[in-house]
């Protein structure tokens, strides 16, 4: 399904293989969910892109960035509620200085949520877009962090009140699920920071303020993450003691 959301007046219809032909790549976001073999196709054609570097990459955690003259390529993942690396989604992005492109294979809830919040604004930049869509996805990491403190907190409190050899085995679950999305963190970070520190036009400062928020964001993941695992450790060494 190829759906193009206009960023001046945030008008969104869908469009067929012959439209993307013919569309103007101009202030528009292009959205391609579960695209087709003939429209990846197409598409490739369209953006002049090797058709490998637009489909989303298989490997959960992966995340990369390729410069091609005006336009970078690059990967996220995301997610919605409880953190599990059988449910990540991969995203792919275009982001040049007059559109952006995503390719996807799964519905992804942020991308949605980017959209509504894109007809509430009088006029968007493509940096501007993929700082909404990037907003909306590394929010979805804050929620489950939030599951992830709860569960902690409930874990920590059984130690104290009822050890028993379950809830050993519920941490070591916990501490593996925060391991696998401290990496997926660093990767989503690294690659922001890549992008900022590159000297395209597309760049620009204020694109590189939208990343340092993000990048921002994605730090203090990172410590509360870290943070978690230190307490779940400490959980460890109690119920060991006990």
């Excluded at 003259?69 to 989604?89: A, P």
């Excluded at 294979?105 to 869509?133: F, G, N, W």
């Excluded at 569960?151 to 696998?180: C, M, Q, R, W, Y």
């Amino acid at each position: 399904m190829l759906t193009v959301i206009d960023m001046v007046d945030g008008a969104e219809k869908s469009i067929d293989t012959k439209e993307l032909k013919g569309l103007s790549l101009t202030n528009i976001w292009l959205d391609a969910k579960d695209p087709t073999n003939e429209e990846i196709k197409i598409l490739a054609e369209k953006l002049d892109i090797s058709l490998n570097l637009i489909k989303p990459t298989e490997i959960p955690t992966f995340s990369a960035l390729h410069s091609l003259e005006e336009r970078l390529v690059f990967y996220f993942s995301t997610f919605e509620g409880e953190f599990n690396l059988k449910d990540l989604h991969s995203l792919a992005i275009v982001f040049s200085k007059s559109y952006v492109v995503t390719i996807r294979r799964e519905d992804i809830q942020a991308l949605d949520r980017a959209k509504q919040h894109m007809k509430t604004r009088e006029t968007c930049s493509p940096s501007y877009t993929v700082y909404a869509i990037l907003d909306e996805v590394i929010r979805n990491y804050f929620n489950y962090i939030e599951i992830a403190e709860e569960k902690s907190s409930a874990l920590e409190e059984t130690i104290l009140k009822n050890p028993h050899e379950e809830v050993l085995g519920d941490i070591f679950k916990l501490k593996a699920k925060l391991t696998s999305l401290n990496r997926l963190l660093w990767y989503q970070r690294g690659v922001l920071h890549t992008i900022r520190r590159s000297d395209l036009p597309l760049v620009t400062e204020t694109t590189k303020r939208y990343l340092e928020e993000l990048i921002d964001d994605l730090t203090k993941q990172i410590d509360s993450v870290s943070v978690l695992r230190e307490v779940l450790t400490d959980a460890t060494n109690s119920y060991r003691s006990a």
